[in-house]
């Protein structure tokens, strides 16, 4: 059974920073991407980043140039450095596998605060 466990999220001023960690605990075949998702308050979950097999990126317009989404293929990770914070980048991050062939996975989520 694979699980994906989070990392890294807390409590940081603005205009601080962040690095999330995603790793998954067994082995999954053949990711197709990989992203990170998150959830405000009241509000509905909004794709953050997106990261596909080849390399390419994606992110929303609200985070570009302040986030960036990596990753060690080898080791099934993912991670979202987050830098500039804003108070409106408070919520629970969640990271999201879609391999290429059966079910996709998605992560516990873990809490970002960006408050002073």
């Known amino acids: 059974q694979v699980q994906l466990v989070e990392s890294g999220g807390g409590l940081v001023q603005p205009g601080g920073s962040l690095r999330l960690s995603c790793a998954a605990s067994g082995s999954i075949f053949s990711l197709n991407a990989m992203d990170w998702y998150r959830q405000a308050p009241g509000k509905q979950r909004e794709l953050v980043a997106t990261i596909i097999s080849s390399g390419i990126t994606n992110y929303a317009d609200s985070v570009k140039g302040r986030f960036t989404i990596s990753r060690e293929s080898a080791k099934n990770t993912v991670y979202l450095q987050m830098n500039s914070l804003k108070p409106e980048d408070t919520a629970v991050y969640y990271c999201?596998?879609?391999?290429?062939?059966?079910?996709?996975?998605w992560g516990q989520g873990t809490q970002v605060t960006v408050s002073s």
């Open positions: 999201h596998f879609r391999p290429l062939l059966g079910k996709d996975y």
